[in-house]
C-alpha cells in the first residue's frame, strides 16, 4: 500500500513559485497540477524529492499557516 502525505495546495503552489523554477521543468519530474489541485498527495519520498527541487525545508510542507 502506498501512503501519501496530506499536503496543502496552497503550500505545494507557494514551494513552487517561491522557488523561481520553470512549471514546465518541475511538471517533467512530479505530477504538479494533481498536487495543486488537491486530486492527488505526494508520497514521503515524492514530497522530499520535491522540497529539495525547490529548495524548501520539509518541515515547512506540515505548516498549515501558510
Known sequence: MVHRIEVS??????????????????????????????????TYRQLEDYADATYTPITYFFETAR
Do not use: I, Q, T
Open 9 to 42: 495546495p496552497k503550500m505545494m503552489v507557494w514551494a513552487h513559485e517561491r522557488s523561481g523554477k520553470k512549471r514546465e521543468d518541475l511538471k517533467r519530474r512530479f505530477p504538479l497540477d494533481d498536487w495543486e489541485s488537491g486530486a492527488l498527495h505526494p
